[in-house]
């Protein structure tokens, strides 16, 4: 009703709604005056309704323009989203056309190097993995392979002497192993320089029932720790460790550290012989002297084994040892076991 008054009137109808409302305050007043108290109320009552239809009517027509407003900016929304969305799509089919412009053109390109970096990555990731599992497979399995084969030796009471650190390899051990099981019953094995290796060649020589072991060792601290090792398998008999610390020793005109002579003058008729000692921090060349110096107690035929001829100084040591018979003792490569080098020791008339 409100709308179809307000086009009748038009947009003047607030003005004319409150001139009606004045005009009817005027009737009501004129009607007090003349005594007529009923024409008065109808009359004010009249007027005030213009006025509450002239109110209302201008907040529905605020709201109304409010909503007009929204109305545009929402349409406005609406086509700019379908402008972007028209753009995207083109971008779209842009990168699927090879010739489709200079952003289709760069957008390639840096696909084609991500793509080409990509393979080159997998392809050294493939060489690198090759060469690191290679390389420890190798080594690992050949190691894994002897302490297998150790541990089988072991009885079931038998307690694993440690690997690792200052310790002889199990691949050298398990040679060594091997090598007392062909001794002849009373053999000597000797070895310079104590620790776990001295145990293993304990255990080896009990399970093989033939031979005994002596070892040298500079440090009162490492014999009593190897000592005690062997004491808990009940080696006791099977091994013996000799304290010697080291003095001045002189071969040829060389003068160095070496394990004490009394500790090591009485030996005689080794068949196996280990030199894993004095450690290097002790001096350079610090294993030299075991040939010179015990050669005339080898016997012939008996076996010397040179630890750590990866390093510098062991594989001098080894060449010098070929190269100089002592005693009328020569040495003959037997070949090397990871870091060991192995001699054979030869007496005669062929020296
Ligand atoms: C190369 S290690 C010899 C170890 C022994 N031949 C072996 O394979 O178990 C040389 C020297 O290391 C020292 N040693 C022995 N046991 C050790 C240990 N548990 N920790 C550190 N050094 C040790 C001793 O003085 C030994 O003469």
């Known amino acids: 009703m409100l709308r179809a008054l307000r086009s009748l009137l ?6 004319l709604g409150m001139l009606g409302a004045l005009v009817a305050v005027a009737v009501a007043v004129g009607a007090l005056i003349d005594g007529s108290v009923v024409e008065a109320a109808i009359s004010a009552l009249l007027g005030l309704a213009l006025v509450g239809l002239v109110i209302v009517g201008a907040s529905a027509r ?15 929304l609406a086509s700019a989203t379908d402008a972007i969305s028209t ?17 289709a053109a760069a957008i390639g390109a840096q696909r084609l190097d991500a793509a080409v970096r990509h393979d080159e990555l997998l392809a050294r990731h ?7 599992v290679t390389a420890l497979t190798e080594d690992q399995l050949s190691e894994l392979s002897a302490l297998t084969n150790l541990y089988a030796m072991l009885g079931p009471d038998d307690e694993v002497p440690v690997f690792g650190g200052y310790a002889a390899r199990p691949t050298t051990v398990l040679r060594l192993a091997s090598l007392v099981r062909r001794l002849p019953g009373d053999a000597l094995v000797v070895e310079c320089g104590s620790g776990s290796s001295t145990v293993w060649l304990a255990l080896a020589c009990r399970r093989a029932g033939r031979g005994r072991v002596i070892a040298l060792e500079h440090h009162e601290r490492y014999a009593e720790l190897t000592r005690t090792a062997l004491a808990r398998q009940g080696l006791e008999s099977v091994a013996q460790v000799r304290v010697a610390p080291l003095e001045p020793v002189t071969v040829g005109d ?4 070496w394990y004490e002579g009394k ?22 060349r610090s294993r030299y002297p075991a040939f010179p110096l015990l050669a005339r107690a080898l016997n012939d035929g008996a076996v010397v084994a040179l630890d750590d001829v990866n390093r510098e ?26 870091r060991t080098r192995f001699f054979t020791a030869s007496r005669g008339q062929d020296n």
């Open 263 to 284: 500790n090591w003058a009485d030996l005689g008729g080794i068949d196996l012989l280990f030199v894993d000692g004095p450690p290097r921090s002790t001096g350079p």
């Open 10 to 15: 038009g947009s003047r109808w607030p003005i």
């Open 62 to 76: 605020e709201a109304e323009q409010r909503a007009r407003k929204l109305d545009a900016q929402l349409k406005h």
């Open 254 to 257: 060389q003068t160095q550290d």
């Open 126 to 132: 493939d060489q690198l993995r090759g060469e690191v």
């Open 87 to 103: 753009t995207l799509k083109a971008i779209e089919s842009k990168q699927d056309d090879p010739g489709g412009g200079a952003l």
């Open 313 to 338: 100084d062991e594989a001098d040591i080894a060449g010098d040892w070929l190269a100089e018979p002592a005693d009328g003792v020569t040495l003959r490569d037997a070949g090397t076991i990871g």
